[in-house]
Structure formats: C-alpha cells, structure tokens
C-alpha cells in the first residue's frame, strides 16, 4: 500500500511503485516515478524529469529534478535517474540534464549525504559515497565504489575514475586516475588507495602491480604518453592494468600530479 500524507502534493500523472511513502508537504510533479518501497520524508520537491529507483530513502528538504543551473539551457525536456537503493540526505539538490547529455545519473547503493549538489548531466556510478557539502560542476562522471569527503568542489568535466577515495576540503580540477587516494593543496596522489581496495577484495599481486604502475607514472619524471607506453610494455593485461590504461587515454582535462 502506498502511503501519502494527506499535505502532500502528488500530481495524478505521477507513476508510484507499491509500498512507496510520500511525507507531509512533500511535492511530487507530473512525469515523476518513483519506484517499489522508497520513502520519500517530508518537504521534498521531486521534479518532472525524476526517476528515482526501488528502496531508495530521501530525506527532509532533498530537491531533485530542478532545472538545470546552466544559462544555456532551453527548456528541453530532460531527466534526472536515481539507481535503487540509494539514500539522498537532508537538503541535497540534484538537477536533471541539460541537452548535452539529457540525463543526470546516479547509480544503485550511493549514499548523497547532507547539501550535496549534483549538478546537470552529471554521471555517478554504483556505490559511492558523497560526504556533506559536496558541490559538482556540471558534466563531472565518478565511477563506482568512489568516496569524496565533505566540503570538496569537483570542476565541471572532472573525471574520477572507479575505487578512488578523494580528501575533504579540497578542489578537484584535473581527472583522477582509478584506484588512488587523492589529497592536498594542490590536489595530488597520495598512494594507493590500499585499505579501500582491500576491503573491496583486490588480492596482494594486483595491488603490487598497480603500484609499480603508479611508481612509473608520479615518481619517473616522465610524460603521460611515455609512461602509457612503459606501463603497456611492462605489465600484463590484467583487468586493472587495462582499466587504468583506458582511463589515461581517455583523459581530457589530464590528471592530477
């Protein structure tokens, strides 16, 4: 049974699951679904455009789905995607996409802690942690099992590649490579993220490879596209060797140092 509190607002177009909870004076527009079992608490604004998944949790205050904060945006019709089971805490703002992408995401099993902002056509991953007060530019992509701690701006285009663990307080402008920890003023590798990889069940001889990949690219003075061909003719193709390869090709704002 669907649950709505009798202050809420929820237009008749709006696609609830079963066992879905709207709380007091909480705004859900047209077009918005909403998946099986979410709760969703009070003073929320869900936004034409949402898609918001199974079992999720969005707490008091949370905005999503609002336009895009983008001065080139025309009214296009475009959406915001929310993964099942993810949790969405007090007074976080997601907005949906603009025509650039039409789709802002954010995977399964993310947790958006406290005034998080995910800006327009941004793509998160399965798995990640946003600590408070988080602030994303637009365009920014994280992959899955990322943490970023609390009060970090992330520019807008930034690249975060999967596993990584970015400090608090800090300002990301350049991509940062799988696998890493990320900190300092200026932002810079910090090592292996080893007890985050460990954790997720990476074995020792992967970890010490991926070091020695590391150990090429920030402690032998050499440029990215000489340390690509020293890491492509050293190691195996093992998944992650490969994975961090692509992610050094595929940079655009080149990464951090």
Known sequence: MTDIHPTAIVNKNAELGDNVKIGPYTIIERGVKIGDGTQISSHVLVADGAEIGKNCKIYQGAVLSTEPQDLKFGDEKT????GDNTTIREYATLNRATNYSY??????????????????DCQIGNNVIIANSV??????????SVGVGGL?????????????????????????????????EPLSYGGLNTIGLKRKGFKDNVLSQLKSAYKIIYRENLTLNDAIKKIEDTFKKIPEIENLLKFLNGSERGILR
């Open 103 to 120: 789709y802002t995401r954010v995977g399964n099993n993310c947790f958006l802690m406290a005034y998080s902002h995910i800006a327009h």
């Open 135 to 144: 602030n994303m530019a637009g365009h920014v992509i994280i992959e899955d």
């Open 79 to 82: 959406f915001l995607v929310v």
């Open 152 to 184: 970090t701006a992330i520019h807008q285009f930034v690249h975060i590649g999967n596993h990584c663990f970015v400090g608090g307080g800090l300002r990301v402008s350049k991509d940062v490579p799988p696998y890493i920890l990320a900190m300092g």
